[in-house]
């Protein structure tokens, strides 16, 4: 067993938990924080996405162990108002339909702005999207949700 | 700002999702609760010898191991196709048996032997690979059309030659002898790849028995919680319907895969009887990519006949359907009556006729996917319309045109009566969203950077607002397929709408409410959707089909008609008003043409303190009504797609692509294009990307996202979507639907603009770099030797 | 997954140290390969060793044409590398597109070398850079270093810590990622320095990364695209699969050659 203790979305925690566990394993069985979802094994799909240490990380591919003493953030936590500008892009643009890969996408999102600005064009966002995918949306508004969600951050 | 029909009200629901609170099945945890893993054959045919537990049984948290014998042995039923078709001789369908635990014999890698119930899931998976199966393996096959040769292994006893049914429809002699005598016969044989349909939360459920209650609970992925309640009850015998409630909670994406009852349900209701312990199994992907319902894997030979003015006079067509190891729910309707019945497309064709022979193969189940029969009939005429159009050289635009049916309502030979359309203005809008004669100037422009630039149409037609009951009665439907509704008015006013339809990313929740801002003028927060859950919604047949719309809001607003009426009883009663002058609008009750003003709330609330209603009546206000349609709808487009191809790698770059649907009425447009980008994403992702492949032992070589080729934002462009609508006559709203055009008229559009881009009519979905290369070279060598 | 025993070393040392005691250990640097494996149950070591935070393993230095990188440094941080860029672009665009940008934040070079999965991009890389490879123990030669499919040099216990090359005067990579798994089918990288012309290919052989000796021939004598326009790509020794058999691979080899070659200019 590993004990482990890590802050997340500003709040220590911690605990013992198997070597095994995947964080998101972790963030969602322990902490109890579903909105970080698991679409694939095989670290594609994206809907797993946090932030460790401020970078997009895929939680379906690290150990918790691994994040011990790192600062999470998951899509709970992403905002430190009501949402996110991110989050009101993706509903003002309806950048989603069934929701489920939305955190993830919106994790991405975020961590895109950080990394390479506010202005991005298409072919760079859908670039950048790679890591990340989607049934619903065809990707069309999801791409208009981060163009707009970007220029707001 | 207006939020009734026609607003772009943005969603009600979006909310828990973009924050992270959406609550799907996985997100459910019970007390005590136990993981199942299943037991999953490794081959794709073999006898099952024995089943050894005693290893698994004794391991680390091990609740139970448990095999289909003692399934049987505690009168679980098999799993039932929902639909008869019988062949054309008039015999029934020869449907083999399917339990939900392989007792004796697994038929497709992935087919489950047994399963384990245990404390958590690693320990579970542990157990579950201790199980002992000694397997003696059959040979296996999973090509339709040689699965029907002779001397190939039997898959099931019940089907001879592995036949299903063999199928026909519309008129064969007459449709031979138009062909014969036709200027011009365009003849090919067509594959529709299988798919897996994806949706991005895997399959799960939840199953908790109450022993004190005798009573069980079901968190299910369903697009159809009610069916799911009807059919685990009244044909599995899990539990009878008033002792079972099944929640379909948030869902994440369905596509059809998640509108039958898998085995693992019924596992995890009966193992959490047999544990007493709630029971909870997620799928993987790779287990969703081996079991969720496979779509498509259709091979079909077509002929159509021309006369000298390029008049269709005759489509033939023979199709062989394979629908893998089991018979799904609705799998015998997907390739006949969802199929066969649209051939005759946008065109008016005098003769028709259509032969299914549908085949057990030792691969996943197929069934309904995303337009389930319909993209396969659309992709057979507009590939067939375009080649026909090459090879007698007229524009594909113009010899479409000369085809289309222009008058409705329109019988077809194939049963469907089209009831309104005008498809010319689809064609129309369509040709100049895309600057469709400017396109040799851009293709001169492609070749001066060394690509290959194409254009490629599709004029599709589908039939939706499944379906008229008796209708689908008569051709063997073992349900109705009508929908229920109930608004249920507070007594301060605010509205809860009950509905049978489940959404699962469609937005019900926002689309729903407008009905009520519209007719009410309420705002639409003063109204909440309930759907998904057996214990609070009477019963429902759920969302496929694209039939919400259609089906569920019509029963919305027969609800809502009651409502309305009841609502202006009681006001012409306490305003002393006639009944017929009572108008009800921007949230007030009024008599027309005097002051005389109620407050909608006030109405209600009067409904409820029954102080003063009209003699005999009875206090409250809730109505439900049921809803049985009285056609199909049939939503009909014109695609336009735009390809630039790299001659050097055959990679396809999607540079244009244009649609323009006639929805009928729209309620959110916002909306509706959302649906319209998610269907044409599917629809390109199966004609440029996906396939599910197996090898020649029935191994499934796609079983995970490293190989099966999901469509990325980088692999499509951003859409131009239109409206050109006709109302449909046949319900309230003038609906026709819009779910499942996208991925219906979009792959011979893809496929169109490539062949047309590299002078080689000669691909197949999906067109992947590598084919598309060589299908480039083949043009080259041909060239050269010319 | 199975279960396993984690362990967080701090330094080298400490790392080879408890290899030593475990009974089937791994080195896990990002884990991007390595924990999908293990969450498929295709691989249980007993103990995981994670490098990521020894200290000596990180960072990239540039002296002149010199350079450096730790064995911990992610792809992220090659690809954000200025002062590597300015030294030597082609190693930093490569990074770019290596799997996704969360991959990329978590993945190292070292970890990368030391799987040589057959599709990984840094191998090609290390062979067309002449890079050597630095261990624990000792200095490899990249042509020495990968020894086949998910194989190389490397003993149990030994550790990547840095790899090492003289940034050419002119280099690219080219890669057609397979459309699934966006891993490369076919990706060239080609150098041009002090060591002559080197060409190597990952994606599209039958037994992992290989050096082209004739479009290296080719290109020595005539720096440019066209150069390899005969040179002959032998399908015999490629990969067949659904996505393409080997005769497309042949052909996407010479491609992306051609285009990396224009691309190093």
């Not at chain 2, 029935?698 to 050109?724: I, K």
């Amino acid at each position: 067993m590993a004990s482990i203790s890590m802050t997340v979305n500003g709040k220590t925690v911690g605990g013992e938990v198997e070597d095994r566990t995947l964080l998101v394993e972790f963030i969602r069985e322990n902490l109890r924080l579903t909105g970080t979802h698991v679409g694939c094994d095989t670290s594609q799909c994206g809907a797993c996405v946090v932030h460790v240490d401020g970078k997009a990380v895929k939680s379906c591919t690290t150990l918790a162990a691994q994040a011990n003493g790192c600062e999470i953030t998951t899509i709970e936590g992403l905002a430190s108002d009501d949402l996110h500008p991110m989050q009101q892009a993706f509903k003002d643009n309806h950048g989603l339909q069934c929701g489920f890969c939305t955190p993830g996408m919106i994790m991405a999102a975020t961590d895109m702005v950080n990394r390479l600005g506010k202005n991005l064009d298409e072919k760079t966002i859908r670039a950048e999207l790679e890591g990340n995918i989607c049934r619903c949306t065809g990707y069309h508004n999801i791409v208009k949700s981060i163009q707009d969600g970007a220029s707001k951050m | 700002m207006s939020e009734g029909i026609g607003a772009r009200v943005l969603r009600k629901e979006d909310k828990r999702f973009i924050t992270g609170n959406g609550k799907y099945t996985d997100d459910v945890t019970n007390h005590g609760q136990c993981y199942a893993a299943f037991v999953r054959s490794p081959h794709a045919h073999a006898n099952v010898k024995s089943i050894d537990k005693s290893t698994a049984e004794k391991m680390m948290g091990v609740e139970g191991v448990f095999d289909g014998h003692q399934l049987t042995a505690d009168g679980i039923g098999n799993i039932i196709c929902g639909w008869a078709v019988n062949s054309k001789d008039g015999s029934p369908m020869n449907m083999g048996a399917w339990s939900a635990l392989a007792t004796n014999k697994v038929r497709y890698v992935g087919d489950a032997v047994a399963v384990v119930i245990a404390d958590s899931p690693s320990n579970a998976k542990s157990a579950a690979e201790a199980v002992g199966v000694e397997y003696e393996v059959l040979s296996s096959v999973t090509n339709a059309a040689k699965a029907l040769e002779n001397g190939v292994e039997q898959i099931h006893p019940e089907a001879p030659n592995n036949l299903i049914f063999d199928w026909e429809i519309g008129e064969k002699d007459p449709t031979e002898v138009a062909i014969a005598g036709a200027a011009h016969v365009t003849e090919m044989t067509i594959t529709n790849n299988r798919v897996s349909p994806n949706p991005m939360e895997p399959r799960s459920a939840v199953a908790t028995f109450d022993a004190s209650e005798d009573h069980y609970t079901l968190y299910t992925t369903s697009q159809n919680p009610h069916v799911a309640r009807l059919v685990l009850s009244a044909f599995y015998q899990v539990a009878p319907e008033h002792k079972l409630r099944v929640i379909a909670p948030d869902v994440g994406g369905g596509f059809g895969a998640k509108i039958y009852i898998y085995p693992e349900e019924i596992v995890c209701l009966w193992a959490s009887m047999k544990t007493k312990r709630s029971v909870k199994w997620t799928a993987d992907r790779t287990e969703a990519f081996l079991t969720d319902a496979h779509g498509r894997d259709h091979v079909s030979t077509a002929r159509m006949g021309f006369d000298a003015n390029n008049k269709i006079v005759g489509f033939a067509v023979d199709t062989i359907a394979n629908l893998g190891a089991y018979m799904s729910l609705f799998s015998s309707s997907v390739p006949t009556y969802l199929y066969a019945t649209l051939l005759s497309g946008q065109y008016n064709i005098e003769n028709i006729h259509c032969n299914v022979r549908t085949v057990y193969t030792n691969t996943t189940p197929v069934d309904a996917y995303r337009g389930a029969g319909r993209p396969e009939a659309c992709f057979l005429i507009e590939r067939m319309m375009e080649t026909a159009a090459r090879e007698l050289g007229v524009d594909p635009a113009e010899l479409r045109r000369a085809n289309f049916v222009c008058e409705f309502p329109h019988q077809t030979p194939v049963i469907m009566a089209y009831d309104s359309g005008d498809f010319e203005a689809n064609l129309e809008a369509s040709m100049k969203a895309s600057d469709y004669k400017g396109f040799e100037t851009r293709r001169a422009e492609a070749a001066s950077r060394g690509k290959l630039r194409g254009i490629g149409m599709s004029s599709y037609i589908e039939a939706c607002g499944i379906a008229p009951s008796a209708a689908v009665g008569s051709l063997g439907a073992g349900v109705g397929l009508w929908e229920s509704a109930e608004v249920r008015v507070n007594p301060v006013g605010t509205l809860e709408v009950l509905t049978g339809s489940h959404s699962h990313g469609q937005g019900h929740e926002t689309t729903f409410a407008q009905l009520i801002s519209d007719r009410f003028g309420l705002p639409s927060d003063n109204v909440q959707i309930v759907h998904g859950d057996t214990d609070k919604v009477q019963f429902g047949m759920g969302t496929y089909g694209s039939r919400s719309g259609a089906v569920g809001m019509s029963a919305i607003v027969k609800a809502l008609d009651k409502v309305e009426a009841k609502a202006k009883k009681i006001a012409a009663h306490m305003l002393e008003a006639d009944e017929g002058d009572i108008v009800i609008e921007n949230g007030e009750v009024k008599v027309a043409g005097t002051d005389k003003t109620l407050g909608w709330h006030e109405v209600c609330l009067g409904a409820y303190t029954a102080h003063n209603l009209p003699e005999g009546m009875e206090p409250g206000l809730k109505e439900g009504a049921f809803y049985d349609p009285s056609n199909f709808t049939f939503p009909a487009g014109c695609y336009i797609c735009e390809v630039e191809i790299d001659p050097d790698t055959g990679t396809v770059e999607i540079v244009q692509f244009v649609a323009s649907d006639d929805f009928g009425t729209i309620i959110n447009p916002m909306i509706v294009e959302g649906q319209v980008h998610g269907g044409i994403a599917q629809g390109v992702g199966q004609a440029l990307l996906e396939e599910a492949v197996y090898d020649d032992n029935g191994q499934l070589l796609t079983g995970s996202y490293m190989d099966y080729t999901m469509p990325r934002a980088d692999n499509l462009p951003s859409y131009t979507v239109s409206h050109e609508t006709t109302i449909c006559p046949g319900n309230p709203l003038g609906i026709k639907g819009c779910g499942e055009a996208g991925a219906i008229g979009s792959p011979p559009a893809v496929i169109n603009a490539i062949t047309n881009a590299i002078g080689n009519n000669d691909i197949s979905m999906p067109a992947t770099p590598s084919k598309v290369w060589a299908a480039i070279q083949a043009t080259q060598s041909k060239q050269a030797a010319e | 997954m199975y279960n396993t025993n984690y362990h967080r070393a701090s330094s080298v040392k400490d790392a080879v140290a408890t290899m030593g005691k475990s009974d089937d250990g791994k080195f896990v640097s990002g884990g991007q390969t390595l924990i999908p494996t293990m969450k498929q149950r295709l691989a249980a070591p007993s103990d995981l060793i994670d490098l990521r935070h020894v200290d000596s393993m990180k960072g990239i230095a540039v002296k002149g044409n010199q350079v450096t990188i730790g064995a911990g440094t992610t792809h992220a941080e090659v690809n954000a590398s200025k002062e590597l860029r300015k030294a030597c672009p082609s190693i930093c665009d490569l990074a770019g597109h290596i799997g996704d940008p969360h991959v990329r934040n978590m993945g190292t070079i070292g970890g990368s070398i030391a799987n040589n999965d057959p599709a990984a991009d840094y191998p090609a890389a290390m062979m067309a850079l002449g890079a050597q490879i630095v261990t624990d123990k000792r200095t490899i030669d990249a042509d020495d270093f990968f020894t086949g499919m998910f194989d190389t040099a490397l003993e149990e216990d030994e550790i990547i810590t840095s790899v090492t090359f003289t940034a050419p005067a002119k280099g690219a990579y080219s890669k057609f990622p397979n459309p699934a798994s966006r891993y490369a089918m076919a990706g060239v990288f080609v150098s041009q320095g002090d060591s002559g012309v080197r060409v190597a290919v990952t994606g599209a052989g039958s037994d992992g990364v290989f050096r082209h000796g004739e479009m290296e021939a080719a290109l020595a004598s005539n720096w440019d695209s066209s150069a390899i326009a005969e040179c002959n790509i032998d399908a015999d020794d490629l990969l067949s699969d659904l996505h393409g058999d080997n005769s497309y691979r042949a052909n996407l080899v010479k491609v992306m050659a051609k285009r990396a070659v224009e691309a190093a200019g």
